[in-house]
């Protein structure tokens, strides 16, 4: 038995890096889909964990298809708005609410009525901001900006996110009774790697679409190309599967995709050990054994030397002991300072070195001196690069497309 999801078909969305399909034919894949089409019967709010690419919005999706709910089903983004703008955007407004609120608009919640509400990178949404979200999911209704009269709401929300919410709990960035609210249902969407009975399903469900895009006849997947899929980690998901399969196919020969067509290309830190010798990178083939560096003997002494965690606690102590002025703010100030050096000035990349959101880095970056507060122009064309990379909308496009 096999499930197939994916995304509606839209011109707009033929470059999109969300995942697109979703197979089910992993036999624990099979258990999960058969959870996620139980909690689906239910109103109860869903909130849908995984790492970024392994389709969580195709489960919120096929959330609301099993659902029988009548209303729209309206994905937004979280993590493409500014706090400026994504109250206004949620919850909607009156007309002369703000500057520029030249007509009354209603929200993404008012949209969605009837219907089901995704709000992806939950993760991201202000601290302010979780607390009108929690008293729009208790009271069941909601208050436009500039209003005082509530509007009653039919809503299901399912939420995502890519991070770990019961960390940022802990540590003070998420509420925790907006925690409790939003996982009454869960479901954990495993990555590619922990599911590698659908890895070849998709990989042949990608070629299927990609052969008509190209024009091409019936392509075959080699012995050789199948197992290099299942051996591999996947560390970008189902997003990074399609791209290799697209690549494979433009290349190929013969009517055939083998090993050496298939472009992997793991970021620094993300493939393992084993498989470094497998690795086909740019087309051009397999890692020679005699590129790989040679064992080398351990070194008694290198047990002893202290870590840099412990080399930074030592630090720290002798600071204590000083009695360093405003020791927490200088502390922080370098932290943020090092991390944004060492990701290129790339804030997405800066956040994911350190754990925490985006959003949250903007605010450390506008603290310590990094990220100019009034310099809005700044701010938008860092974040378009980070958009870039990552896949985020842009505040024009973070309603998604349906």
């Known amino acids: 038995m096999e499930r197939l999801l994916t995304l509606p078909e ?13 197979v089910f034919h992993d036999p624990n894949s099979l258990q999960l889909l058969a959870h996620i089409e139980r909690i689906a019967l239910s109103d109860a709010t869903v909130l849908v964990t995984g790492e970024t690419g392994t389709g969580k919005e195709l489960v919120a999706r096929h959330l609301h298809a099993v659902s029988g709910r009548r209303g729209p089903f309206v994905p937004v983004n979280c993590g493409a708005f500014s706090e400026s703008l994504i109250d ?8 002369g609410a703000f500057t520029g609120a030249s007509q009354a608009r209603a929200g993404w919640f008012e949209a969605a009525n009837g219907g089901t509400l995704f709000l992806d990178e939950i993760g991201d949404l202000p601290l302010a901001l979780q607390v009108k979200l929690l008293r729009v999911l208790q009271e069941r209704q909601v208050v436009r900006l500039g209003s005082r009269k509530g509007i009653p709401l039919d809503v299901r929300l399912v939420a995502a996110t890519n991070i770990d919410l ?65 051996t591999y980690s996947w560390p970008g998901n189902i997003r990074e599967l399609e791209n290799a399969i697209h690549y494979a196919l433009i290349v190929c020969r013969d009517g055939v995709i083998r090993a050496e067509d298939v472009r992997l290309v793991p970021l620094a830190g993300q493939a393992n050990a084993n498989e470094s010798a497998r690795l086909v990178v740019g087309g051009v083939g397999a890692m020679p054994p005699a590129t790989a560096p040679a064992p080398s003997m351990p070194d008694a002494s290198a047990d002893e030397s202290p870590s840099a965690l412990a080399r930074l606690q030592d630090a720290l102590s002798a600071l204590l002991q000083q009695g360093e002025a405003e020791l927490f703010q200088k502390v922080e100030s370098a932290l943020v300072h090092a991390a944004y050096a ?26 310590h001196g990094l990220l100019a507060a009034a310099d809005e122009g700044e701010g938008r064309s860092s974040s378009a690069s980070d958009e870039a990379e990552t896949g985020d909308a842009p505040l024009g496009s973070a309603l998604l497309p349906l």
């Open 166 to 230: 019961a960390r940022a709990v802990e540590a003070q960035h998420f509420r925790a009774d907006l925690f409790y609210r939003l996982s009454v249902a869960s479901v954990r969407l495993p990555p590619l790697r922990e599911r590698p009975g659908d890895i070849v399903p998709l990989a042949r469900h990608f070629m299927a679409v990609y052969r008509g895009r190209l024009q091409i006849d019936e392509v075959a997947l080699s012995d050789d190309a199948q197992a290099l899929l299942r």
């Open 88 to 95: 206004a955007e949620l919850f909607g407004h009156e007309s």
């Open 10 to 22: 839209s011109p707009a969305s033929a470059l999109s890096i969300r995942a697109k399909a979703l």
């Open 342 to 367: 060492h990701a290129g000035q790339n804030q997405v990349r800066a956040a994911r070195v350190l754990g925490i959101t985006r959003n949250m880095l903007r605010t450390q970056l506008k603290r």
